[in-house]
Each structure stands twice: as C-alpha cells, then as structure tokens.
C-alpha cells in the first residue's frame, strides 16, 4: 500500500500538509449541528459539556474505580505505570475485559457522533483508561496520534477520531489535555529512528516519534498563538481529530484528572502492515481481530446506579 503519510525516514523533520479531509460527515449525518460541526473542522476538536449527567458520572467512576482496585495488582503490559511507581497511569482494552466499559463503547450518544464525523461505520481501535494522579502524575508530551498509528501499527489514512469521556472536573491547573487548534491539517514528519518494542517505553514517556521544537512552534504561530485546553466539568465528552497535535502537563496540583478513552476508526481504515520496518505493536494497542462495525445502542447508566 502506497505510504501518503511518511516519517521517521529521513534524518530531519519536516511538515507536510494534509491529503485527507478533516470532517467526512454532514449534519444530516448525526446529532452535531452545523456551527459544532464547522467547529471541528477548523480547530480538530469539539468539547461537548455535560454529556453524561451527575448521575451517570457517578456510576462511570465508580466502574473505573473498581477497574483500577481489581488491577491493582496485575503485572501485564495493557496494565501501564507511572516511572519510578506503582501508580497505574493506563489500563488498556478496556472495551473487551468488561460488559461495562463493551457496552459503552457502543454507546448511541458517542459512536453516533464518531460516525458523523468519520462519514462511515466504525469500531474500536483502541481503548483505555487514563488516570492523572494529584501531585505526581506525569506528563504526556506533544505527539499526534495519527503519526504513531500509521508508523506502528499501518492505520492507513487520516479517518479516526478518538473520544474522550472526562470523569473528574478539569482545571488549567490538573494537567488538561492540551491541543493546538488548526495542527491537524498539517502533518509533522519526525526523524527517523524508532526502536523494535518502542511502546514499551513509550506508553510512560514517548521519545520517538515526538515533533521537534521549530516543528512545535510553526504549528502554534499558524494557530495566531492559541493552545487550547480541554476544560471542564466531569460528564463532558471531548472528540479531538487523529492528527491533532495534542498533550498534556504534569499533575502537580491535588486534584486527579481520570477519562475514559475509546478510539472510533473508520470501517474502511483497518489497520494494515505497520508503514515502518517495526513489529506491529500488540492487539492491546491496535485491534485487528474480529474487526466489525459497531451498532449503536442505547445504554441506561442510571439502571446501574439503581441496581447498586
């Protein structure tokens, strides 16, 4: 398969534009209107508040809580910790290691809008849980996930849109996801060099595959100088483009910033040969067994609550 996106090939960095739209939808298509959908496509982001209500915020911490306690101690590689800790930074998979977090990934309100976005049917290419502890949790440096999927793991084209369910208020000051708007229309080829095994280390703290400094700052000068920050109350859903340049400061405040993450691509994109000479990374990272497309459902959290 011809590689329209490639990096870490050459000894210096540079930027390309993009071959791919940005939004594939219209508003005929889903539940966005067309002023958030035309915020999409020109900032590659939409934070939605109050997606999901008090009381279902309750029951979704409440699952994630369970999840950590029951990997607490669980020494597998979907299983990530903070360096120098035992402080779970990242449980992956989520999406098939509990009826909960399966049936919210199927969710109507969320793969609706994935689907909108994306102009196709869609399934899960990644999930997990994130958890930002307060005073130590560590950052997660500038990166577009786009490059690491096409690199690694073979995603072919620009046609995926991660989701990010925020389960605790986010503050300028919890370590917000942090996104420069207008960066996904632009491609940031990295230098080359990636070791085999790379997640293994950079699931705690990625060094390969990382934009350059100039490369950082050309991105922030064609956005007028604006970095955006995903803030809010918890039960708000942000949807941010693959290409994005996004990432995220340390904690050092004592509050926690927890989500929950799932990765809609599109039907036509399935992953392929990773575009590199690099082993494809695990299925726990990117599923490519029994790929099929997702059928929304509704899904009543509060049932959950009531039950409990």
Same mark, same amino acid.
């Given at each position: 398969m011809k590689d329209f996106y490639p990096s870490r090939v050459n000894p210096e960095p540079s930027i390309m534009e993009r071959k791919d739209p940005v939004l594939y939808g219209s508003q005929s298509d889903g539940p966005l209107n067309n002023t958030e959908l035309d915020f999409y496509k020109q900032n590659g982001y939409i934070f939605l508040e109050k997606m999901f209500t008090d009381d279902e915020v309750d029951v979704l911490r409440k699952e994630l809580d369970q999840t950590m306690n029951d990997h607490k101690s669980v020494e597998r590689p979907d299983v990530v910790r903070e360096q120098g800790s035992d402080e779970i930074r990242s449980i992956f998979d989520v999406h098939k290691n509990t009826e909960f977090f399966q049936k919210l990934s199927s969710h109507e309100r969320l793969v609706n809008i994935a689907r909108q976005l994306l102009g196709d049917d869609v399934y899960i290419n990644q999930s997990r849980i994130?958890?930002?502890?307060?005073?130590?949790?560590?950052?997660?440096?500038?990166? =577009?996930?786009f490059e690491t999927w096409h690199v690694e793991d073979g995603m072919p084209r620009m046609r995926a849109v991660s989701c990010s369910i925020i389960l605790t208020d986010n503050y300028e000051y919890n370590g917000p996801l942090m996104l420069i708007p207008g960066s996904q229309n632009y491609y940031v080829q990295c230098a080359s060099g990636t070791p085999d095994s790379h997640f293994e280390q950079s699931l705690k703290k990625q060094e390969f595959g990382t934009p350059d400094n100039e490369s950082l700052k050309w991105l922030v000068d064609q956005s007028g100088g604006r970095i955006d920050r995903a803030t809010g109350?918890?039960? +708000?859903?942000?949807?941010?483009?693959?290409?994005?340049?996004?990432? =995220?400061?340390?904690?050092? =405040?004592?509050?926690?910033? =927890?989500?929950?993450?799932?990765?809609?691509? +599109?039907?036509?994109?399935?992953?392929?040969?990773?575009? +590199?000479?690099?082993?494809p990374r695990p299925e726990f990272l990117a599923n490519r067994e029994n790929i099929k497309p997702i059928q929304p459902k509704p899904f009543d959290l509060t049932k959950k609550l009531i039950q409990s």
């Open positions: 994130n958890f930002k502890p307060g005073f130590k949790g560590k950052e997660f440096y500038w990166h =577009s996930d109350p918890a039960g +708000s859903v942000l949807f941010f483009e693959s290409n994005i340049m996004h990432g =995220s400061s340390g904690n050092i =405040s004592p509050f926690p910033r =927890s989500n929950v993450f799932f990765v809609f691509n +599109s039907i036509q994109n399935k992953l392929e040969k990773p575009f +590199s000479d690099l082993t």
